[in-house]
């Protein structure tokens, strides 16, 4: 790949967006850096943008306006805010554009930089979990390419390379266990938000941590494996590996199971989107098997991890229940990082509110649109904090 390219970097100050900067600001001359998006962290953003030489840096927050322009005066950047702003960015064509903002916030950007072709490395989950059929349509209609970004699915992907799917039995996708999975049933109850926050391999960003102790972040994995690749629940497998080396598994109906390892740095998986269709040199650590000497596996529990059997529910009802499941589930954090629910009350929550949707039939949805899954998304965030600010202990008392 010899032409310059433009790219774009939604999420630029995030976990994934400092790592794809980092890829980036490693061969300057290949890349034009189209937009770089952040939120309060201002100072850095304007860093990344001058480091890359961006043509313009937006915050996502409107007040955060002045402060970002203070940092970036004189420098020719330009400058913007709000989450209409961030949409803008995206309707500016490039070539590679890295969807990293965290939340459903990430859908509609992600969506309007498929309108220009190109390539859409997409690492955030929820544009597939809400609107998955919607997002694949609008990239084929726009002739468009996504390309998986979460490692697990970056896994399959390479390992799907010059098969045919249909001679695939199963996908098999690890998780660490986060970072209760070795402690007693009983008491994850009283798991507090500090220790929820440190996860045994990987450093993220706070909410997908979280996500990772709850295994919800594997939920939205399952889900996400369901859309992008098209396979069935019945086929998708998820089993706890401590060690979170091999990423995912993907078996054929000859009984080979291909493994992708890989060291814990999402440097791997941004750097496959990067280069693909080739293999460019990726700074990553080699792994020393040797050293690691054994890999373990075990059955994921589905008491301890309510979230995954959620997800089954999701996988084989479709419609709109991915939307309502991601917002009730972005709800639930909240409400666990507010300090207002245990860090076991928000399956609970989650499973709740599904179940008031599918009794008034609201998941049902044939063709899902993007006012749909808003509209969806609204809904359920707003039954869920109904439930939490006690709507159920007062129907219920
Ligand atoms: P993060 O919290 O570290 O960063 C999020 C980025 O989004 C930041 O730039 C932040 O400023 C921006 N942002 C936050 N709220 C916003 C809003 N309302 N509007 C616009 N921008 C906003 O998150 P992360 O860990 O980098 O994860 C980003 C996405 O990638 C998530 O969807 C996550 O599930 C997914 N992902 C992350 C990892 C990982 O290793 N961190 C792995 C796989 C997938
Ligand atoms: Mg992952």
Redesign the pocket.
Known sequence: MSAVRRVSVF???????ENTVDLIARAPEAYNVVAL???R?VARLAEQAKVLNADLAVT?FEECYADLAAHLEGSGIEVAAG?AA?ADAADRPTDWAMS????A??LVPGLRTLRHGGILAL????SLVTAGPYLLAEAKRHGATILP???EHSAVFQALVGEDSAAVERVIITASGGAFRDWPLERLSEATLAEACSHPN?D?????TIDSASLFNKAMELIETKEFFGFTSDQIETVIHPESLIHALVGFRDGALMAHLGPHD?RHAIGYALHWPERGHVPVDRLDLAAIGSLNFRTADPERYPALTLARYVMETGGLSGAAFNAAKEAALDAFIGGKIGFLDMARLVETVLERLAGDNSLKCDKLTLDRVLDMDHVARKIAQTIVDGDRLRQSG
Do not use: C, F, L, P
């Open positions: 999420g630029a100050t995030g976990s994934i967006g998006t952040g939120g962290n996502a989450q961030i990293a903002i965290v939340g916030a990430g690492a955030n989950k929820e970004v979460d490692s990987w993220m960003g706070q909410r997908i999402m």
